[in-house]
């Protein structure tokens, strides 16, 4: 199911991923530590030592610090995703991985030494504060309407406002803040490098969601005078946004490459039930209702596969990717929901309940719709680009 890796130390490095979250991991599935909101931070320190002993953590990264292509880490985190807790294992869950990606391209060698060394070691987590609450109008799929604001005091900033639904906020050690910086409709954006915990960052309280796979859960946030030297400025001041974007395309493959593993193992496991229950006579999977529907589920994984390896290939290429990745995540978000609510129903009464990790992929998937931009939203800019092309051609006709 899975497609050829594109290099051989890309190959051996999925191969090791893969027979690691197989043999080591899975067996974690049942842990009582995996929690509601999110593995606890004992269960992520033991898998992330066995990851270590195993030769698997943080496995994008090249052993000179490097990043290996994107292609080459699709065929990585498929793997990896296999399980819910594979990627908190190898330390490739988000918003960690995508808060790597984007410190390796911008930090300073200061703030690499001070903020990501140890997110690359595992040692701790990372969160990235960009949502804030609808119900005070502010910033969700619409960057712009950012209304935490930094002003300057002295050599420092001073940061104040409430963030939303920021993934793994609770126990972490990196945060990267995003603020306004001005005044007026062209008021810029700039991205702040922050120590946890700071008594001027409060959870409020951890919210109780669909999704239950990444440590920390999804917070809702208040920021109250958090003073921040000029120093910790990640990049330029008012360059925010744009490195949000550098940070966003990647992060949303990232994600595709993650679930595209975990329904993999979904249609494993609905494979399996199917070819060995029977009812009215014959094996599930000779009823035509339920054949069909694995049938559909093999046309989709490829298909999905595909997408997520030529969006890889576009980002290789030196494009920003935003039209694809966008492309990209709506065909496959959509596509995995739709494959892992047909393995729900072949297995019926079996699909719904936490026997298997099923119904936990399931749950994951219905919310990986909403996060990174719902598909709605992302029609909704891809619309804007048809209309703004099929004018800009009608000019020039």
Known sequence: ??????????????DRVEAFVRDVVIPYERDPRAGAHGPEAGLVAELRAKAVAAGVLTPQLLPDGGHMT????????????????????????????????????????????????????????????????????GAGSDPSMLATTARRDGADWVLDGRKMFITGAQGAEVGIVMARTGQGEQAKATMFLVDLPDPAIRVERVLDTIDSSMPGGHSLIVIDGLRVPADQILGE????????QLRLAPARLSHCMRWFGAVVRAQEISTAYATTRKAFGKL??????????LADNLIELQQAALMIDWCAGVLDAGATGSVESSMTKVAVSEALFRIADRCVQIMGGMGVSRDTVVEQVFRELRAFRIYDGPTEVHKWSLAKKIKRDALAGASHG
Do not use: W
Not at 237 to 244: I, K, L, S, W
Not at 284 to 293: N, P, Q, R, T
């Open 284 to 293: 599930l999977v000779d009823h035509e209702g339920v054949g069909f529907m």
């Open 70 to 137: 994107h292609l080459e880490t699709a065929a990585i985190l498929k793997r990896a995703g296999l399980s819910p807790l594979g990627p908190v294992a190898t330390n490739t869950m988000a918003p960690d991985e995508g808060n790597i990606f984007l410190l390796g391209k911008v930090a300073t060698p200061a703030q690499k030494r001070r903020f990501l060394d140890k997110l690359i070691t595992g040692q701790a987590r990372s969160a990235f504060y960009m949502t804030e609450p609808a119900s005070e109008g």
């Open 237 to 244: 001041v008012d360059e925010g946004f744009r490195y949000a």
């Open 1 to 14: 199911m899975f497609t050829p890796c594109p290099t051989e130390r890309s190959q051996a490095m999925a």
